[in-house]
Protein backbone atom coordinates (compact mmCIF):
# COMPACT_ATOMS: atom_id res chain seq x y z
CA UNK A 1 0.00 0.00 0.00
CA UNK A 2 1.68 2.95 -0.87
CA UNK A 3 0.55 6.94 -1.00
CA UNK A 4 1.59 9.66 -4.00
CA UNK A 5 1.27 13.34 -3.47
CA UNK A 6 -0.60 15.08 -6.47
CA UNK A 7 1.25 14.96 -9.68
CA UNK A 8 3.86 12.15 -8.57
CA UNK A 9 4.56 9.74 -10.96
CA UNK A 10 3.62 6.38 -10.01
CA UNK A 11 4.79 4.38 -13.34
CA UNK A 12 6.24 5.70 -16.46
CA UNK A 13 8.28 3.28 -19.46
CA UNK A 14 10.77 1.62 -18.27
CA UNK A 15 9.67 1.06 -14.97
CA UNK A 16 8.75 -2.61 -13.38
CA UNK A 17 5.61 -3.48 -14.34
CA UNK A 18 2.85 -2.82 -11.52
CA UNK A 19 -1.04 -3.60 -11.38
CA UNK A 20 -2.64 -1.24 -9.15
CA UNK A 21 -6.28 -0.60 -7.55
CA UNK A 22 -6.82 2.78 -6.69
CA UNK A 23 -7.83 3.12 -2.83
CA UNK A 24 -8.51 6.27 -2.24
CA UNK A 25 -8.48 9.58 -4.66
CA UNK A 26 -8.14 9.22 -8.29
CA UNK A 27 -4.64 8.44 -10.90
CA UNK A 28 -4.53 10.36 -14.28
CA UNK A 29 -3.11 8.31 -17.69
CA UNK A 30 -1.11 10.53 -19.58
CA UNK A 31 0.51 10.23 -22.79
CA UNK A 32 3.60 13.23 -23.65
CA UNK A 33 3.71 14.68 -27.14
CA UNK A 34 7.31 14.94 -29.03
CA UNK A 35 7.31 18.23 -28.07
CA UNK A 36 6.33 18.02 -24.13
CA UNK A 37 3.16 18.64 -24.41
CA UNK A 38 1.13 16.35 -22.40
CA UNK A 39 -2.41 14.55 -23.01
CA UNK A 40 -5.03 12.81 -20.37
CA UNK A 41 -6.39 10.43 -21.91
CA UNK A 42 -8.28 8.81 -18.68
CA UNK A 43 -8.77 9.29 -15.11
CA UNK A 44 -9.46 6.38 -12.77
CA UNK A 45 -11.09 7.07 -9.33
CA UNK A 46 -11.57 5.16 -6.81
CA UNK A 47 -12.14 2.03 -6.51
CA UNK A 48 -10.46 1.36 -9.74
CA UNK A 49 -7.34 -0.70 -11.44
CA UNK A 50 -5.25 0.38 -13.85
CA UNK A 51 -2.11 -1.66 -15.20
CA UNK A 52 -2.06 -4.32 -18.40
CA UNK A 53 -1.50 -7.97 -17.44
CA UNK A 54 -0.61 -11.54 -19.82
CA UNK A 55 2.23 -9.70 -21.51
CA UNK A 56 0.82 -6.63 -22.80
CA UNK A 57 3.14 -3.35 -21.49
CA UNK A 58 1.51 -0.63 -20.26
CA UNK A 59 2.05 2.19 -22.74
CA UNK A 60 1.01 4.79 -20.48
CA UNK A 61 2.48 7.64 -17.84
CA UNK A 62 0.77 6.77 -14.40
CA UNK A 63 0.36 10.07 -12.46
CA UNK A 64 -1.07 10.89 -9.39
CA UNK A 65 -4.60 13.52 -10.10
CA UNK A 66 -5.12 13.87 -6.39
CA UNK A 67 -3.21 12.80 -3.24
CA UNK A 68 -4.03 9.12 -3.52
CA UNK A 69 -3.54 5.48 -2.07
CA UNK A 70 -2.73 2.49 -4.35
CA UNK A 71 -2.25 -1.04 -3.79
CA UNK A 72 0.53 -1.76 -6.10
CA UNK A 73 1.45 -5.71 -7.20
CA UNK A 74 3.87 -6.87 -9.02
CA UNK A 75 2.49 -7.57 -12.86
CA UNK A 76 4.09 -11.67 -12.50
CA UNK A 77 2.31 -12.02 -9.19
CA UNK A 78 -0.82 -10.37 -9.76
CA UNK A 79 -1.29 -12.62 -13.25
CA UNK A 80 -0.66 -15.88 -10.82
CA UNK A 81 -3.49 -15.20 -8.58
CA UNK A 82 -5.58 -14.39 -11.47
CA UNK A 83 -5.36 -17.46 -13.04
CA UNK A 84 -5.95 -19.29 -9.57
CA UNK A 85 -9.19 -17.36 -8.73
CA UNK A 86 -11.65 -17.06 -10.96
CA UNK A 87 -13.70 -14.39 -9.04
CA UNK A 88 -10.97 -12.33 -9.25
CA UNK A 89 -10.84 -12.32 -13.10
CA UNK A 90 -14.47 -11.73 -13.32
CA UNK A 91 -13.87 -9.26 -11.06
CA UNK A 92 -11.03 -7.63 -13.60
CA UNK A 93 -13.25 -8.62 -16.65
CA UNK A 94 -15.86 -5.99 -15.52
CA UNK A 95 -13.19 -3.35 -14.65
CA UNK A 96 -12.02 -3.45 -17.97
CA UNK A 97 -15.19 -3.18 -19.39
CA UNK A 98 -16.64 -0.48 -17.12
CA UNK A 99 -13.72 1.33 -18.28
CA UNK A 100 -14.61 0.85 -21.63
CA UNK A 101 -17.80 2.52 -21.28
CA UNK A 102 -16.29 5.42 -19.55
CA UNK A 103 -14.40 6.17 -22.75
CA UNK A 104 -17.41 6.09 -25.06
CA UNK A 105 -18.91 8.94 -22.52
CA UNK A 106 -15.80 10.66 -22.92
CA UNK A 107 -15.77 10.58 -26.40
CA UNK A 108 -19.34 11.57 -26.54
CA UNK A 109 -18.34 15.03 -24.55
CA UNK A 110 -15.60 15.54 -26.55
CA UNK A 111 -17.88 15.24 -29.42
CA UNK A 112 -19.40 18.59 -28.17
CA UNK A 113 -19.36 21.57 -30.32
CA UNK A 114 -18.70 23.73 -27.38
CA UNK A 115 -16.67 24.07 -24.39
CA UNK A 116 -20.00 25.03 -22.37
CA UNK A 117 -21.35 21.80 -23.96
CA UNK A 118 -19.08 19.60 -23.04
CA UNK A 119 -18.59 20.51 -19.38
CA UNK A 120 -22.76 20.59 -19.00
CA UNK A 121 -22.24 16.94 -20.32
CA UNK A 122 -19.84 15.89 -17.83
CA UNK A 123 -21.57 17.20 -15.09
CA UNK A 124 -24.65 15.57 -16.25
CA UNK A 125 -23.49 12.24 -16.20
CA UNK A 126 -20.80 12.59 -12.95
CA UNK A 127 -24.69 13.52 -11.48
CA UNK A 128 -26.15 10.02 -12.98
CA UNK A 129 -23.38 7.61 -12.32
CA UNK A 130 -23.16 9.60 -8.50
CA UNK A 131 -24.62 7.80 -5.28
CA UNK A 132 -27.93 8.23 -4.57
CA UNK A 133 -27.41 10.87 -1.78
CA UNK A 134 -25.31 12.91 -4.36
CA UNK A 135 -27.93 12.31 -6.74
CA UNK A 136 -30.75 13.92 -4.68
CA UNK A 137 -28.56 16.90 -3.48
CA UNK A 138 -27.78 17.80 -6.77
CA UNK A 139 -23.73 17.42 -6.08
CA UNK A 140 -21.22 16.70 -8.71
CA UNK A 141 -17.15 15.76 -7.91
CA UNK A 142 -14.80 16.90 -10.17
CA UNK A 143 -12.18 14.07 -9.32
CA UNK A 144 -9.42 16.28 -10.85
CA UNK A 145 -7.96 20.00 -10.66
CA UNK A 146 -8.52 22.49 -13.08
CA UNK A 147 -5.77 22.71 -15.16
CA UNK A 148 -6.07 18.61 -15.32
CA UNK A 149 -10.07 18.79 -15.82
CA UNK A 150 -9.53 21.53 -18.96
CA UNK A 151 -6.92 18.87 -20.31
CA UNK A 152 -9.29 16.47 -20.06
CA UNK A 153 -11.42 18.22 -21.94
CA UNK A 154 -9.40 18.89 -24.85
CA UNK A 155 -9.84 22.83 -24.50
CA UNK A 156 -7.97 25.28 -22.17
CA UNK A 157 -7.92 26.13 -18.00
CA UNK A 158 -9.69 29.72 -19.02
CA UNK A 159 -12.31 27.91 -21.17
CA UNK A 160 -13.34 25.81 -18.76
CA UNK A 161 -13.02 28.89 -16.14
CA UNK A 162 -15.35 30.95 -18.01
CA UNK A 163 -18.13 27.67 -18.76
CA UNK A 164 -18.34 27.37 -15.54
CA UNK A 165 -18.77 31.03 -14.57
CA UNK A 166 -21.68 31.38 -17.32
CA UNK A 167 -23.49 28.46 -15.61
CA UNK A 168 -23.14 30.27 -12.32
CA UNK A 169 -24.81 33.29 -13.87
CA UNK A 170 -27.36 31.82 -15.29
CA UNK A 171 -28.49 29.81 -11.96
CA UNK A 172 -27.81 26.75 -13.40
CA UNK A 173 -25.23 25.66 -10.72
CA UNK A 174 -23.34 26.94 -7.83
CA UNK A 175 -19.76 26.04 -6.85
CA UNK A 176 -19.09 24.28 -3.51
CA UNK A 177 -15.69 24.39 -3.69
CA UNK A 178 -13.14 24.04 -6.94
CA UNK A 179 -13.53 20.13 -6.90
CA UNK A 180 -17.59 20.45 -5.95
CA UNK A 181 -21.07 22.17 -7.56
CA UNK A 182 -24.38 21.77 -6.82
CA UNK A 183 -26.59 21.29 -9.85
CA UNK A 184 -29.69 23.86 -9.33
CA UNK A 185 -31.67 23.76 -12.64
CA UNK A 186 -30.66 20.23 -13.94
CA UNK A 187 -33.15 20.68 -16.74
CA UNK A 188 -31.16 23.83 -17.92
CA UNK A 189 -28.24 22.11 -17.41
CA UNK A 190 -29.44 18.64 -20.06
CA UNK A 191 -30.68 21.89 -22.26
CA UNK A 192 -27.29 23.56 -22.41
CA UNK A 193 -25.42 19.93 -23.11
CA UNK A 194 -27.67 19.29 -25.51
CA UNK A 195 -28.12 16.02 -24.79
CA UNK A 196 -30.78 13.63 -24.32
CA UNK A 197 -31.13 12.96 -21.04
CA UNK A 198 -32.91 9.26 -21.62
CA UNK A 199 -30.05 8.52 -23.33
CA UNK A 200 -27.35 9.10 -20.91
CA UNK A 201 -29.30 7.72 -18.44
CA UNK A 202 -29.36 4.84 -20.25
CA UNK A 203 -25.29 4.70 -20.72
CA UNK A 204 -25.09 5.00 -17.73
CA UNK A 205 -27.62 2.65 -16.00
CA UNK A 206 -26.37 0.04 -18.55
CA UNK A 207 -22.31 -0.24 -16.84
CA UNK A 208 -24.25 -0.14 -13.66
CA UNK A 209 -22.62 0.40 -10.43
CA UNK A 210 -18.68 -0.03 -9.27
CA UNK A 211 -17.99 -2.76 -6.65
CA UNK A 212 -15.18 -2.56 -4.36
CA UNK A 213 -12.59 -5.50 -4.28
CA UNK A 214 -12.29 -6.23 -0.85
CA UNK A 215 -9.97 -9.03 -0.86
CA UNK A 216 -8.01 -7.81 -3.43
CA UNK A 217 -6.77 -5.20 -1.14
CA UNK A 218 -6.67 -7.71 1.89
CA UNK A 219 -3.86 -8.90 -0.30
CA UNK A 220 -2.29 -6.42 -0.24
CA UNK A 221 1.84 -6.87 0.98
CA UNK A 222 1.79 -7.67 4.58
CA UNK A 223 5.14 -6.87 6.67
CA UNK A 224 6.33 -10.01 8.50
CA UNK A 225 4.21 -9.16 11.24
CA UNK A 226 1.08 -9.23 9.91
CA UNK A 227 -0.32 -5.42 9.55
CA UNK A 228 -0.90 -4.43 6.73
CA UNK A 229 1.04 -1.56 6.02
CA UNK A 230 0.73 1.75 3.89
CA UNK A 231 4.26 3.22 2.46
CA UNK A 232 4.81 6.43 0.60
CA UNK A 233 6.19 6.62 -2.81
CA UNK A 234 9.87 6.61 -1.47
CA UNK A 235 9.36 3.47 0.63
CA UNK A 236 8.52 4.44 3.85
CA UNK A 237 5.58 3.53 6.57
CA UNK A 238 2.96 6.04 6.48
CA UNK A 239 0.31 4.12 8.18
CA UNK A 240 -0.18 0.72 9.24
CA UNK A 241 -3.13 -1.30 10.60
Known amino acids: MREFSQGETIYESGMKDIVGY ?16 SNIIGVIEAPGFFGRIFGVATEFTIEAASNVIVACFER ?6 LVADPELERFIHMENLH ?41 VHVPINRRDFAAYLATTEESVSRSIQAL ?3 GTIAVINSANFRILKRADLIAISRQDEDYLREMVRSRGGKKLAGPVVSAAW ?20
Open 22 to 37: VVSGAVKLVTFLPDGR
Open 76 to 81: SAFEAQ
Open 99 to 139: QLDEAHERILVLACTSVIERVSTFMVLKLLAGSDEDRKAGV
Open 168 to 170: VRR
Open 222 to 241: RGSDGARRAESATGTVVAAE
